[in-house]
Protein backbone atom coordinates (compact mmCIF):
# COMPACT_ATOMS: atom_id res chain seq x y z
CA UNK A 1 0.00 0.00 0.00
CA UNK A 2 2.86 2.14 0.63
CA UNK A 3 3.63 2.50 -3.60
CA UNK A 4 -0.14 3.66 -4.47
CA UNK A 5 0.12 7.02 -2.21
CA UNK A 6 3.50 7.66 -3.86
CA UNK A 7 2.32 6.56 -7.23
CA UNK A 8 -0.83 9.08 -7.06
CA UNK A 9 1.81 11.88 -5.85
CA UNK A 10 4.15 11.64 -9.14
CA UNK A 11 0.66 11.58 -11.16
CA UNK A 12 -0.70 14.31 -9.26
CA UNK A 13 2.65 16.20 -9.83
CA UNK A 14 2.92 15.62 -13.74
CA UNK A 15 -0.75 16.45 -14.39
CA UNK A 16 0.26 19.30 -12.35
CA UNK A 17 3.79 20.06 -14.20
CA UNK A 18 1.81 19.42 -17.82
CA UNK A 19 -1.30 21.70 -17.04
CA UNK A 20 1.32 24.59 -15.97
CA UNK A 21 2.52 24.54 -19.51
CA UNK A 22 -0.39 23.99 -21.42
CA UNK A 23 -1.46 27.36 -19.33
CA UNK A 24 2.05 28.89 -20.13
CA UNK A 25 2.19 27.92 -24.00
CA UNK A 26 -1.67 28.90 -24.53
CA UNK A 27 -0.47 32.72 -22.93
CA UNK A 28 2.36 33.23 -24.89
CA UNK A 29 0.87 32.90 -28.46
CA UNK A 30 -0.84 36.32 -29.91
CA UNK A 31 -4.01 36.57 -31.43
CA UNK A 32 -4.52 36.06 -34.77
CA UNK A 33 -5.73 38.25 -38.00
CA UNK A 34 -5.96 37.60 -41.44
CA UNK A 35 -3.07 38.41 -43.69
CA UNK A 36 -4.96 40.23 -45.97
CA UNK A 37 -8.26 42.62 -46.16
CA UNK A 38 -10.58 43.55 -49.46
CA UNK A 39 -11.41 47.11 -49.98
CA UNK A 40 -15.07 47.36 -49.97
CA UNK A 41 -16.67 50.20 -52.83
CA UNK A 42 -19.76 51.22 -53.37
CA UNK A 43 -21.64 53.11 -56.28
CA UNK A 44 -24.81 53.90 -56.88
CA UNK A 45 -26.79 56.68 -59.85
CA UNK A 46 -27.72 59.67 -58.60
CA UNK A 47 -31.75 59.53 -60.09
CA UNK A 48 -33.58 61.87 -57.91
CA UNK A 49 -33.90 64.93 -55.96
CA UNK A 50 -32.61 68.25 -56.08
CA UNK A 51 -28.82 68.74 -56.45
CA UNK A 52 -27.11 71.43 -55.81
CA UNK A 53 -23.56 72.80 -57.59
CA UNK A 54 -20.91 74.57 -55.78
CA UNK A 55 -19.95 77.79 -57.94
CA UNK A 56 -16.30 77.55 -57.88
CA UNK A 57 -12.88 78.16 -60.01
CA UNK A 58 -9.62 77.43 -60.68
CA UNK A 59 -6.87 79.94 -61.89
CA UNK A 60 -4.74 77.98 -64.74
CA UNK A 61 -1.10 78.36 -66.24
CA UNK A 62 -1.01 78.02 -69.73
CA UNK A 63 -0.91 74.10 -69.84
CA UNK A 64 -4.28 73.88 -68.64
CA UNK A 65 -2.60 72.52 -65.48
CA UNK A 66 -3.82 74.85 -62.21
CA UNK A 67 -1.82 77.84 -61.49
CA UNK A 68 1.10 77.44 -59.05
CA UNK A 69 -0.63 80.27 -56.27
CA UNK A 70 -3.60 81.04 -58.55
CA UNK A 71 -6.55 82.25 -57.39
CA UNK A 72 -10.16 82.07 -58.91
CA UNK A 73 -13.50 83.23 -57.33
CA UNK A 74 -17.05 83.38 -59.18
CA UNK A 75 -18.23 86.69 -57.96
CA UNK A 76 -21.26 86.87 -59.77
CA UNK A 77 -24.05 85.66 -62.27
CA UNK A 78 -26.65 87.87 -64.31
CA UNK A 79 -29.32 86.89 -66.32
CA UNK A 80 -31.35 89.11 -68.26
CA UNK A 81 -35.31 88.56 -67.71
CA UNK A 82 -36.01 85.41 -69.45
CA UNK A 83 -38.91 86.55 -72.94
CA UNK A 84 -40.99 84.20 -75.00
CA UNK A 85 -43.42 82.40 -73.50
CA UNK A 86 -42.84 79.57 -70.79
CA UNK A 87 -41.60 76.27 -71.96
CA UNK A 88 -39.77 78.22 -75.13
CA UNK A 89 -38.56 81.05 -73.03
CA UNK A 90 -34.48 82.48 -73.75
CA UNK A 91 -32.27 84.75 -71.97
CA UNK A 92 -28.38 85.47 -72.09
CA UNK A 93 -26.18 86.73 -69.64
CA UNK A 94 -22.57 86.38 -67.76
CA UNK A 95 -21.08 84.99 -64.80
CA UNK A 96 -18.14 87.38 -63.91
CA UNK A 97 -15.02 85.66 -62.08
CA UNK A 98 -12.22 87.73 -60.45
CA UNK A 99 -8.87 85.54 -60.90
CA UNK A 100 -5.03 86.09 -60.95
CA UNK A 101 -5.15 84.29 -64.43
CA UNK A 102 -7.21 84.64 -68.23
CA UNK A 103 -7.50 80.53 -67.97
CA UNK A 104 -9.66 79.29 -65.26
CA UNK A 105 -12.02 76.51 -64.99
CA UNK A 106 -14.92 76.60 -63.54
CA UNK A 107 -18.56 75.35 -62.73
CA UNK A 108 -21.54 77.14 -61.48
CA UNK A 109 -25.22 76.62 -60.49
CA UNK A 110 -27.05 78.73 -62.84
CA UNK A 111 -30.47 78.06 -61.18
CA UNK A 112 -31.04 81.12 -58.45
CA UNK A 113 -30.33 83.40 -61.55
CA UNK A 114 -33.71 82.40 -63.01
CA UNK A 115 -37.35 82.83 -61.95
CA UNK A 116 -38.75 79.28 -60.88
CA UNK A 117 -41.09 77.31 -63.39
CA UNK A 118 -37.73 77.08 -65.90
CA UNK A 119 -37.67 73.77 -67.42
CA UNK A 120 -34.17 72.58 -67.28
CA UNK A 121 -35.00 69.19 -68.80
CA UNK A 122 -35.68 70.71 -72.32
CA UNK A 123 -33.16 73.61 -71.78
CA UNK A 124 -29.97 73.91 -73.93
CA UNK A 125 -26.84 76.37 -73.62
CA UNK A 126 -24.88 77.99 -76.31
CA UNK A 127 -21.59 80.00 -76.28
CA UNK A 128 -22.61 83.29 -77.27
CA UNK A 129 -19.35 84.59 -78.47
CA UNK A 130 -16.92 81.87 -77.87
CA UNK A 131 -15.09 83.02 -74.64
CA UNK A 132 -15.17 78.99 -72.96
CA UNK A 133 -15.66 75.71 -73.87
CA UNK A 134 -17.37 73.09 -71.72
CA UNK A 135 -15.87 70.28 -69.98
CA UNK A 136 -15.56 66.73 -72.24
CA UNK A 137 -18.66 65.52 -72.01
CA UNK A 138 -21.07 67.95 -70.64
CA UNK A 139 -24.51 67.57 -71.42
CA UNK A 140 -27.67 69.05 -71.86
CA UNK A 141 -29.16 67.19 -68.85
CA UNK A 142 -26.74 68.47 -66.84
CA UNK A 143 -28.44 71.48 -67.00
CA UNK A 144 -28.51 73.92 -64.43
CA UNK A 145 -25.11 73.19 -63.62
CA UNK A 146 -22.51 74.41 -66.08
CA UNK A 147 -18.51 73.46 -66.32
CA UNK A 148 -15.76 74.18 -68.66
CA UNK A 149 -12.84 76.44 -69.66
CA UNK A 150 -12.53 79.60 -70.69
CA UNK A 151 -10.14 80.08 -73.85
CA UNK A 152 -6.43 80.91 -72.84
CA UNK A 153 -5.68 84.35 -72.60
CA UNK A 154 -9.40 85.81 -72.92
CA UNK A 155 -9.26 89.26 -72.75
CA UNK A 156 -12.63 89.21 -70.00
CA UNK A 157 -13.39 87.26 -67.66
CA UNK A 158 -17.13 87.69 -68.11
CA UNK A 159 -18.08 84.35 -69.73
CA UNK A 160 -20.97 84.96 -71.87
CA UNK A 161 -23.80 82.80 -72.20
CA UNK A 162 -27.20 82.22 -74.11
CA UNK A 163 -30.09 79.75 -72.12
CA UNK A 164 -32.87 78.44 -74.42
CA UNK A 165 -35.45 76.80 -72.46
CA UNK A 166 -36.63 74.43 -75.86
CA UNK A 167 -33.40 73.29 -77.33
CA UNK A 168 -35.20 72.66 -81.19
CA UNK A 169 -35.52 76.84 -80.73
CA UNK A 170 -31.61 77.16 -79.47
CA UNK A 171 -29.70 77.90 -82.98
CA UNK A 172 -26.68 76.92 -84.27
CA UNK A 173 -24.52 74.56 -82.19
CA UNK A 174 -25.03 73.69 -79.06
CA UNK A 175 -22.76 74.18 -75.74
CA UNK A 176 -23.92 70.54 -75.21
CA UNK A 177 -25.14 67.11 -76.34
Known amino acids: MRGLPRRVLVTVAAGAALLLAVVAGASAVGATSAAWTN ?7 ASSGTWTVANGCVALAANGTPAVGGSCVITGISLATPWGT ?24 LRPALPTGWSWSTSAIVNGNGSYTTTAGYACSSLPALSGRTNPNWSTLEIYLVLFEKRSSAPGALNCA
Open 39 to 45: DARFAAP
Open 86 to 109: PGDRQTNGHVQVTSSSTYVSFSVD
